[in-house]
């Protein structure tokens, strides 16, 4: 099953090649298509027991819109799509089942921030926007406040703080912390404010609801080949059958270079997570793990432990790029050795507790770190739009970019869809023999540190 090199042409019309590149534009890696994703299940998915499968697409199918990706993006937009103009015919293309990708996959912190945004108010009515509606769907996802610190191993954020006269950071530091948080590992901490945590799982399982609720069409084990232009439509290709669509939104995230688009300005980061067993409310207090919830390492590699919303204590860990913009991490021994050390050097005493759960997942990156809504490619009959790359941080910048995208899509102008970021503005990332060689270097190093 590959995509037709016309594809991967198209998505990389935007390319700014170096010169001299051009042999190295694309690869013909093709999408990848396994059974599972890499290292199975996430502990969320397995507590949530699996959705009910979908349909697979058997017949050809006309549509007005048709997003490919059933992550919280293509699932928001869907919903948003519908809402703002029932009469629309979308229907979504899921190549594995909902929630295959960073979806279930993620560490289910929430708060006001888009990554390589400074606009803190369109930050805040995304957080605002994805609160209300929460509320009026009654969704039902474990979303609470979080208590979360900011970890560094020395004094330097600390000193710098205290020598801002100005500074309201309230700072923890000395036995206290060590008391707080059961580590001494850390030097100092700094509280954050304004977060939340859910359960990932179970919002995506909330937005598949909500979706077939407003007659969203959704399909599953469908993975989307190609994008073809037929002069009167655009024709997404599956290896069954094919969708006839006006408009085409590329929900696919990570996945999305694989598929032959944007693969000059996104690159995937490889992630992986451990979880210990549900703790009993006794362990939780012993190990105080009961004050703070959301445990944040700011570092360039960033670290994020965390009590989730079901009573497993959890780590989260960037492993790096692999090449070909895999979104497949082979190497899994590798992601467990590095997850353990993180784990135990930070939290020796909880070994007994073990980390019988761990899972894989990957993240779209730019080099801006801002995420991209757009429209791609160089159709003249349809467009194809773009919203992805949240740099890591996903949960309620995906809802924001969907519902902003939606409007975009049915033509409604909204001021705010100006503060994200276009693929124009995005900067070209080199082909991959290059992007390996800074990438895979980078990671191991930081991570070997
Ligand atoms: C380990 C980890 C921890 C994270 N922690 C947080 C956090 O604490 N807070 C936060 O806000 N964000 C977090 N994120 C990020 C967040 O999960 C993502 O930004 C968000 O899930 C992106 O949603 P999406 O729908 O755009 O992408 P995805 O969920 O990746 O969905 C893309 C979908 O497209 C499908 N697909 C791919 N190719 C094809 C094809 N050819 N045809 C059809 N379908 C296709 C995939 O199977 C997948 O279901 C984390 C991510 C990871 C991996």
Redesign the pocket.
């Known amino acids: 099953m590959k995509i037709s090199r016309r594809n991967l042409l198209l998505g990389s019309a935007a390319v700014t090649a170096a010169p001299g590149l051009a042999g190295l534009l694309t690869s013909d890696a093709g999408?990848e298509l396994p059974k599972r994703?890499s290292g199975g299940p996430s502990l969320w998915q397995k507590l949530g027991g699996g959705l009910p499968a979908l349909p697979s697409l058997q017949q050809s199918q006309t549509a007005d819109i048709c997003i490919?990706?059933?992550?919280?993006?293509?699932?928001c937009a869907a919903i948003y799509l519908k809402k703002m103009q029932p009469s629309l015919r979308v229907l979504v293309?899921?190549?594995?089942q909902?929630?295959?990708?960073?979806?279930?996959?993620?560490?289910?912190?929430?708060y006001a921030k888009f990554t390589g945004v400074d606009d803190q108010d369109f930050a805040e009515q995304g957080l605002q926007h994805f609160k209300n509606f929460l509320q009026n769907e009654s969704v039902d996802c474990d979303f609470q406040p979080a208590n979360t610190l900011y970890l560094y191993e020395d004094n330097s954020e600390y000193k710098a703080a205290q020598s801002n006269q100005k500074s309201t950071e309230q700072w923890i530091t000395g036995d206290k912390l060590k008391a707080a948080i059961a580590s001494d590992f850390y030097a100092t901490a700094k509280v954050g404010r304004g977060f939340y945590k859910l359960n990932?799982a179970k919002l995506l399982s909330e937005y598949r609801r909500i979706a077939l609720e407003h007659g969203v069409e959704i399909y599953g084990n469908?993975?989307?080949?190609g994008i073809n232009d037929k002069g009167s439509s655009l024709d997404v290709q599956t290896s069954i059958a094919d969708v006839s669509s006006d408009k085409v939104l590329l929900?696919?995230?990570?996945?999305?270079p694989?598929?032959g688009y944007v693969a000059s300005k996104v690159f995937p980061v490889h992630?992986?997570?451990c979880a210990s067993d549900k703790l009993s409310p006794a362990q939780i207090r012993q190990f105080a793990l009961d004050k703070w919830d959301l445990r944040f390492e700011p570092n360039t590699l960033p670290i994020?432990f965390g009590l989730s919303t079901t009573g497993h204590f959890f780590l989260?860990i960037v492993l790096g790029y692999a090449s070909d913009n895999s979104t497949e991490w082979q190497d899994i021994s590798y992601a467990r050795e590095l997850v353990h050390k993180y784990f135990y050097q930070r939290y020796p005493q909880l070994r007994d507790i073990g980390l019988p759960n761990e899972w894989h997942?990957?993240?779209?990156h730019t080099i801006s770190t801002q995420s991209i809504a757009s429209t791609v490619g160089d159709s003249q009959v349809g467009k194809v739009y773009f919203?992805?790359a949240?740099n890591?941080?996903?949960?309620?910048?995906?809802h924001y970019s969907a519902y902003l995208m939606a409007r975009n899509i049915v033509g409604i102008e909204d001021s705010a869809w100006h503060s994200l970021s276009r693929l124009s503005q995005q900067l070209s990332f080199p082909p991959d023999y290059y992007r390996s060689l800074m990438l895979k270097g980078s990671f191991n190093l930081l991570n070997s540190l």
Do not use: C, D
């Not at 469908?222 to 080949?225: A, G, N, Q, R």
């Not at 890591?392 to 995906?398: A, D, E, H, Q």
């Open positions: 999408i994703r490919v990706g059933g992550g919280y993006t293509g699932l293309l899921e190549s594995h909902l929630g295959a990708g960073a979806s279930t996959r993620n560490s289910g912190a929430v990932p469908t993975p989307v080949l929900a696919t995230n990570a996945y999305t694989r598929l992630q992986y997570s994020t989260r997942g990957v993240t779209a919203s992805g949240y890591g941080l996903g949960i309620m910048p995906s």
